[in-house]
């Protein structure tokens, strides 16, 4: 097997923020003018990332950024006991059985990405199935996984894309029995679920940086204020009920990148993108390398046997622009291997998230921590046509096919291909 970029590490190098830093203007004209619905499916508005424009067209990677390993890990340890088969490498392929769920089969679906609702005209991106090189993947067997979670509490715990993962589980497991909600806060960022007869409860924390990070926005989202993060403390938010639950998927990333102050020990570090202020431009790399560090400190040191999963960020797959200029992502099927490079800031993120991993994953077994990673990146990566595009609006094209619409290329589908996150996932805690 050839050795992919992503298996080894690379130098920092300074240039790189730099560089992403002027990537990450790009996205700041973005903006959400949803308000605030009453319905079931609530109309959010936290999607305002400034998300960078990570696409195929993105490829000056400075030479000395390119791969030198200055310490090598292994990414997805093999488990003794089990057969040696990496299911995070494999490809999609074509496959007759569609979708877990529908739209008319599922109600927790939020309503910008509900693609089938919104009108989205073609199917084929729901026929493929991930394959991994050297086994079988079953699909998720939701009355299985409901079985064995029986007296359980789940709790994922992150940003937008963490809230579209949630509701892919929600939804395959609702096949089964639906879900009662059992709580929800006025912006329906914090919820919590029950599948009663299984006493399976499942809660999503909103905490994008999963530490303490104070945003500033007007009421049009508008960032009014830098967000002052202090990397060195933990969101409460999630941390006063981590002893209360037995699995907690854990994942991070995109709100990194945008214009920071960073805070350690409540005073000033530096900064990252505060052009104009007298801070040193530290890199976002710097404060989400200390952030996980100190995830994985606090659960190394937390009593509670609980099993947690790191979820690696995902890509997104905007063309010819970005989210505030016109960028697209029309496709219909699967990109091939290789079509798609992951754009420099995730290329950053995921190498503090691998490397973090590694550290905690040598410490856990000391430990006797269960932690498990979720490496959803290989096979995101090669699925531009799974997100809602211009169908995060019902029928966007309705009233002029001609009409401009802002394309959300970041977040995915549902039903789509990060269904079958809960395939690796079953794989991972059930079956592995
Ligand atoms: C979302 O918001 C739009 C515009 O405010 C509204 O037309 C639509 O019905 C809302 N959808 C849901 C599911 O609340
Ligand atoms: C599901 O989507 C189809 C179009 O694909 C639409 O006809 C139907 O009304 C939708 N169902 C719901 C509950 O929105
Ligand atoms: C449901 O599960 C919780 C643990 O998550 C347990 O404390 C509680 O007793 C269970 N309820 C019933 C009715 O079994
Ligand atoms: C944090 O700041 C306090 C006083 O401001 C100081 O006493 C303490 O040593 C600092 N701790 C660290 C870890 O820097
Ligand atoms: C910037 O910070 C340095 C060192 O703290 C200080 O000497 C300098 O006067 C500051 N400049 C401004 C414009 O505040
Ligand atoms: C990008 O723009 C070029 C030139 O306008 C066009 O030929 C191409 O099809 C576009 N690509 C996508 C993916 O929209």
Redesign the pocket.
Known sequence: MKQSWWRSAYNQNHLVFKLGISILFVGFGFRLLLTQSPSVIPNLSDNNINTPVVDKNEKSIPSDFAESPKYSYQIHPKDDKSERCDIFDGEWIPNSVGAPYTNNSCRWIESNQNCMTNGRPDAEYLYWRWSPKDCELPRFDAKKFLETMR???WAFIGDSITRNHLQSFICVLSQVEDAIELFHDTDFKNRKWQFPSY?L?VSIIWSPFLAKADTFEDINHIPSAEIQLHVDVLDKTWTEQFHTW?YVLFSSGKWFVRTAIYYENNTILGCHGCQGKNHTDLGFNIAYQKVINNLFDFIMNSHRKSMIIYRTSTPDHFENGSWSNGGTCDRRVPAKEGEFELGILNKILREVELAEFAKAEAQASEKGKKLKLLDVMPLSLVRPDGHPGAYRYFYPFAKDKNAKVQYDCLHWCLPGPIDQWNDLLMKLVVDG
């Open positions: 007296d359980k509490s006493n409860t037995d």
